[in-house]
């Protein structure tokens, strides 16, 4: 970002080395006019310090709560900006010695390729590592960087660190928390070898004033969770930090009281803030049952207030923190009186299903707990593995409106239909109590059960129409292509008409019919004239709607069962139609 913006001058800026470890930079620039713009390399940057380009072996940043390291990138460049002549740039580095990951920071002049500043947000004893910052300067030269900070002893956090103007060089004021981290982070995503991060990080100066700063970093938010398991995920949070004029007096906060208790069922709370009238504060919760509702952000002495949701998710008491300008806030909440416990004691299936029909199901649902269960749904999936995901959909549920009472048991009978998107094979049915994770239970690892009598083997209909690959062709040249209005076409298949060949007879004013011993071929919907009709060959006249469509639909259909629509079946087709 040119904060200058009096050049036609652009700069890049690229960690110089080929090898494990990194000692220069190298600064290039661009400039002149849009489609004439001149690319000038320019020799390295040596400087006094040195860095290793990455941990060296893998994963590297610790956490509390996981024995799963989080992936620490390498050592990049993340971010740049020029401001009065001089260009600021950050990024993640390694210690050469022990691999540590720390965030390093540059001043430098571009004309004559100098470091003017260097510095680092480093733990020697490597118990908190850095990592994905960003930079921003304001006009009066004060400079702020954000990151994220990693430590066994916590849940990844958003932090920062200011620097003003008139500081001694090459240093920063200390490491802040904004957003304390909720829980651990897993999300390896597919990839055996990485746990990645989110790399986001921004920085930037207020517009408002160019005094002022606005950070959005990563912080590990609470999990997603569901009645199949949860998500481990990231979040973006963002703080305000104001400088202090030259010469102010340094802010100081204070709180009325360092805690509060709140009753099991939840309720409501508020913190009173001291400080000077000019001083700006932030408030931020560090679990999400914890609800900030005003307050935040605040300039000088204010009020915070807070809703703290019902804890009936466990029977043991729990507790949070509030963070507000650096000071700490401790909520702790009782714990249920007693909670519901629902599991699924019996799942009946067929072992045979044919794809597009359909099958009896049936699952037996009990609260094993001693508090009633409020309402919820027991879901069936579908699934290829012995497991089912958190992002599968259903494809039958019973809703239980008035819940379960303690010690009672229920039963829930559906009929399943089985997706034409499925293939011949095997296929896996469960049950699911509370699949929307509407109730707060002892344990969810119960509420899920395959079919006792183990994998559903899938077949395609025998009785039901079916294309085979020759699909649709000219009738004339046998030749697949584009359709259009008129042109007439053969269709080829299994179970697509009777068993002896029908001819389509026209009516009294000449047109032929559409349907043709019940057996049908439809254009987007739409039934075509039959010349013919058999069990493997239909020969029909395109209708006259598929005039101006790029792309039609084709179905053929026999005895009133239809064959999927192009796009869900497996051997339906899909054809691109004339322009008239």
């Not at 055996?192 to 959005?216: E, H, K």
């Not at 998500?231 to 204070?254: E, H, Y």
């Not at 919907?525 to 790029?550: F, M, Q």
Request: aromatic share 8%; charged share 15%; with cysteine.
């Amino acid at each position: 970002m040119d904060y200058d913006n009096t050049s036609d001058t652009f700069y890049l800026v690229q960690v110089d080395s080929e090898t494990l470890n990194a000692q220069s930079l190298r600064v290039s620039s661009i400039q002149g006019a849009v489609g004439s713009e001149t690319f000038t390399p320019k020799p390295g940057i040596h400087t006094a310090v040195a860095w290793a380009q990455d941990a060296g072996h893998g994963d590297s940043l610790p956490q509390l709560g996981s024995m799963t390291p989080i992936d620490s990138g390498d050592d990049r460049i993340q971010n740049c900006v020029l401001r009065k002549s001089s260009l600021w740039c950050t990024h993640t580095a390694f210690s050469t010695s022990t691999r540590r990951s720390m965030v390093q920071w540059w001043q430098i002049d571009p004309a004559a390729l100098q470091i003017q500043q260097n510095g680092r947000i480093d733990d020697s004893m490597g118990v908190n590592l850095y990592a994905y910052p960003s930079i921003a300067v304001n006009k009066n030269g004060d400079m702020l960087l954000g990151y994220s900070r990693f430590s066994a002893g916590q849940y990844v956090s958003a932090n920062y660190s200011l620097r003003l103007a008139g500081d001694p060089p090459n240093t920063l004021r200390s490491d802040t928390v904004f957003k304390q981290g909720e829980a651990p982070y897993n999300r390896t995503l597919g990839d055996l070898f990485s746990n990645r991060w989110g790399d986001y990080s921004a920085t930037v100066v207020d517009p408002m004033d160019d005094t002022g700063f606005w950070s959005i970093q990563e912080y590990a938010a609470s999990p997603s969770v569901f009645a199949l398991g949860a998500i481990d995920r990231w979040g973006t949070w963002w703080g305000q930090i104001v400088p202090l004029a030259s010469g102010a007096a340094p802010c100081v906060f204070s709180l009325a009281q360092a805690s509060q208790s709140i009753m099991s069922m939840g309720g409501s709370g508020s913190i009173a803030v001291s400080t000077a009238a000019a001083c700006p504060w932030m408030a931020a919760s560090n679990v999400p049952w914890i609800v900030i509702q005003d307050g935040t952000p605040g300039t000088g002495s204010g009020q915070l207030h807070f809703t703290v949701a019902i804890n009936d998710r466990t029977t043991t008491s729990r507790s949070g923190t509030i963070s507000i300008a650096g000071q700490s806030f401790t909520v702790t909440q009782a714990g249920a009186p007693a909670l519901p416990d629902l599991t699924i004691t019996g799942l009946t299936a067929s072992t045979l299903g044919y794809i597009g029909g359909q099958i009896q199901v049936s699952a037996t649902v009990r609260n094993i707990g001693v508090r009633g269960a409020q309402p919820f749904r027991v879901a069936f999936y579908l699934s290829t593995s012995a497991t089912a995901s958190p992002v599968s959909t259903a494809v039958a549920f019973c809703a239980f409106d008035k819940g379960l009472d303690a010690s009672a048991a229920d039963i829930c009978s559906a009929v399943v239909t089985i997706p034409l998107t499925l293939a011949p094979g095997l296929i896996y049915l469960s049950a699911v109590a509370d699949d929307q994770n509407l109730v707060g239970e002892i344990d969810k690892s119960n509420n899920f059960r395959l079919a006792d009598g183990g994998a559903i083997t899938l077949k395609f209909d025998p009785a039901r129409p079916a294309l085979t690959s020759a699909g649709v062709v000219n009738a004339a040249s046998l030749l697949s292509g584009p359709v259009s209005p008129g042109l007439m076409v053969m269709v080829s298949g299994a179970n697509i008409g009777p068993a002896t060949l029908t001819m389509g007879a026209p009516d009294a004013s000449g047109k032929l019919d559409t349907m043709v011993s019940e057996a049908q071929l439809l254009f987007d919907g739409v039934a075509s004239p039959l010349i013919s009709v058999s069990r493997v060959e239909t020969k029909a006249i395109v209708p006259y709607s598929v005039a101006g469509k790029k792309t039609t639909q084709v179905q053929v259909q026999y005895v009133i069962q239809r064959r999927d629509a192009i796009g869900r079946g497996r051997r339906s087709w899909y054809f691109h139609g004339a322009r008239r």
